[in-house]
């Protein structure tokens, strides 16, 4: 039974890690904020590569299976620091930039402006890959 | 995976490697488009999983290792300096 259904296995793997794929990158397309596009890109390495690398593992080669083992622990264990490092360099710049402030930056929860990182950073610029220096990594024109 | 499956599934990844790469061009932070090549490079690897699976070989999967290992190291050195720290603390 196993040896039939391996195949069709293998099948629905690939498609649920290429679905996967295909929403982090529309998440990334569409999402306002780093925040957002982070949180959307996280998804993409547990649900997205590691059943890849299982549909890749079906066909039961000793060789395929340990790389594929080794491979999704390495991305499993890498893919969670590497985002939480922009995460972290965006909130202490973002924070960085509330203590420049002459009202000494917005607190949370007391009403006022919104933080920085509520505010969309306009989408995506024009082809040219040029960057805007006046804003930060969370969209907010410096002051 | 069957046959046709690859095909659509390696033509599929094409396009959103396509679609990342605008992404990387197009990102108004650096931050931004640090995460976009991180995702760039995950991409890359589901590639190098897909090409390996329809040529069945085994050694397409220590290049997908070799990419997920540079891009960690290039994204965590990209945004300490960044964030302006040193890199190691």
């Given at each position: 039974v196993i040896e039939a259904v391996r195949p069709w296995l293998a099948d629905a793997l690939a498609i649920l890690g290429l679905l996967v794929m295909t929403l982090a990158v529309v998440g990334m397309v569409r999402m306002p904020t780093l925040q957002a596009r982070l949180h959307a890109a996280?998804?993409?390495?547990?649900?997205?590569i590691v059943p890849l690398l299982a549909a890749a593992a079906t066909s039961g080669e000793p060789a395929v299976v340990a790389r594929a083992a080794v491979v999704a622990a390495f991305v499993l264990l890498t893919a969670p620091v590497s985002s939480h490092a922009i995460a972290r360099v965006a909130y202490l710049r973002h924070r960085r930039v509330e203590r420049r402030r002459p009202d000494g930056g917005h607190v949370p929860g007391t009403g006022g402006a919104p933080l920085a990182?509520?505010?969309?950073?306009?989408g995506f610029a024009p082809c040219?890959?040029?960057?805007?220096?006046?804003?930060?990594?969370?969209?907010e024109v410096m002051p | 995976v069957h046959e046709a499956i690859s095909w659509v599934a390696i033509g599929w990844t094409f396009g959103l490697v396509a679609v990342t790469t605008a992404l990387v061009f197009r990102s108004r932070s650096l931050l931004s488009r640090v995460l976009a090549l991180d995702t760039l490079a995950l991409l890359l690897i589901a590639l190098l999983v897909l090409v390996g699976d329809w040529r069945q070989s085994p050694h397409y999967l220590d290049a997908a290792l070799a990419v997920a290992l540079l891009s960690f190291v290039g994204t965590l050195a990209a945004v300490r300096y960044h964030g302006g720290g040193d890199l190691f603390s």
């Open positions: 996280g998804k993409a390495v547990g649900l997205g990182s509520e505010k969309p950073d306009g040219d890959g040029s960057m805007d220096p006046s804003r930060t990594d969370n969209g | -």
